[in-house]
């Protein structure tokens, strides 16, 4: 049977009960070596990512998304590198938006040349300019919505038809957005890319990643996975099953609190820009309220002031700490210029706009009323 609810899906979906014992939880098989073959003839390797424990939680991830399969990897990029490897070889062109995740942008632009692939990075915010840079050897389209740290937002839909019409594999980074807020593949999208670091996980306590998709496409990204490894080991895997459970409640009050600070923000003179998809003067907003069903836990904005006063105000919070990462149940600040897009060059930092004074919450799942009054003694101090 398969379940309709998204929380429901959180709490039941892959779980693997062993006939033998019958433990409510996926058991932990910690095992590198298995039984060959097994009552099935089956060969089962941490490698060939078809433990129980990793079938279990990559069950899970792909009930949320709607995909007919998942792969689970050892971070974000592994999951990038799987698809990348599956999707290109040497001679074919890509196409990127801009504004990708720092990591990602590093990857396509230092690794990708390398193996004779060639890509054109598109202006996220019309999807025709996709359509007018495929060329007859574009093989994939990969996208993120919303985008780190600014949340531009893209119209997913589009870019799906654009893909198919053209027989180019269209993929998304959905880490920010979550499968709770949007599912791509409903849109016609291929492939799921998650950070599971952030969200699915949401404790900040592992490092993870994956891949959900269609059918068919199934046995090449498999394969390219093998060959690569980043596999995600049994304990992490259950880690990841575990924060998965309450990924619905957590993200639902996340919506609710990001909402209400940046509407705090939106009315506070210290603060010279909100970017938050759930706000009307947002330039993604119609987009973001017809694909998702909320608009997620992360805002960045822009104070008015100088790069060192927007590091005391930072200094001056005390619930909210300064730290890389996002999507866990603590609320997270940054300044993107020095963790996430630390590697993109500061001329090309600054084209996409990201200043040196631009602030990144992740929010949390602390009541709000203790974020703002946080978030205001800080501002209070530099005014
Ligand atoms: C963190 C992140 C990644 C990279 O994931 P890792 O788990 O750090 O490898 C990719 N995309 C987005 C949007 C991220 O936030």
Redesign the pocket.
């Known amino acids: 049977m398969k379940f309709g609810g998204l929380d429901t899906r959180c709490v039941h979906s892959g779980n693997y009960i062993d006939p033998d014992v019958g433990g409510v939880n996926t058991p932990i098989y910690w095992s590198a070596s298995f039984i060959f073959p097994n009552q099935k003839g089956e060969l089962k390797y941490p490698r060939h990512f078809n433990i129980p424990t990793q079938i279990a939680v990559a069950g899970k991830i792909s009930a949320l998304e709607g995909g007919d399969w998942g792969l689970v990897f050892s971070?974000?990029?592994?999951?990038?590198n799987a698809l990348f490897a599956a999707a290109l070889r040497s001679g074919d062109h890509a196409l990127f938006q801009d504004g990708?995740?720092g990591?990602?942008q590093h990857f396509v632009q230092s690794i990708l040349p390398r193996f004779g692939v060639m890509y054109d990075i598109v202006d996220g915010g019309r999807p025709a300019d996709f359509q007018a840079a495929i060329k007859t050897n574009t093989r994939l389209i990969f996208v993120?919505s919303p985008?780190?740290p600014l949340l531009n937002v893209i119209d997913l839909a589009e870019i799906a038809a654009i893909g198919r019409k053209a027989g180019v594999l269209t993929a998304i980074?959905n880490?920010?957005a979550t499968p709770i807020n949007q599912n791509p593949i409903a849109l016609g999208f291929d492939i799921v890319?998650h950070?599971?670091?952030?969200y699915l996980n949401g404790h900040s306590d592992i490092?993870?990643?994956a891949l959900v998709g269609r059918r068919d496409l199934f046995q090449p990204i498999l394969a390219a996975a093998q060959d690569l490894g980043g596999n995600l080991d049994p304990a992490a895997c259950y880690l990841l099953e575990r924060g998965l459970k309450t990924l619905g409640l957590r993200v639902s009050r996340q919506n609710e609190n990001a909402r209400a600070i940046a509407d705090y923000l939106s009315g506070n003179p210290a603060v010279r820009r909100v970017y938050y998809p759930g706000l009307g003067s947002h330039p993604g907003h119609e987009t973001a309220a017809k694909q998702m069903r909320g608009f997620g836990g992360m805002l960045s904005f822009e104070l008015d002031c100088d790069a060192a006063t927007a590091r005391t105000f930072a200094g001056n919070l005390s619930l909210i700490k300064t730290a890389v990462?996002?999507?866990g149940v603590e609320s997270l600040l940054c300044f993107p210029c020095e963790t996430?897009h630390a590697k993109v060059p500061p001329e090309q930092r600054l084209k996409q706009g990201i200043s040196d004074t631009l602030v990144r919450l992740s929010v949390g799942i602390e009541n709000v009323d203790d974020l703002i009054a946080d978030i205001e003694n800080a501002l209070g101090k530099i005014r």
């Open positions: 971070s974000g990029l592994a999951a990038v990708l995740y990591g990602t993120e985008t780190n980074d880490t920010f890319m950070s599971g670091t952030k490092c993870c990643g990462s996002l999507g996430s």
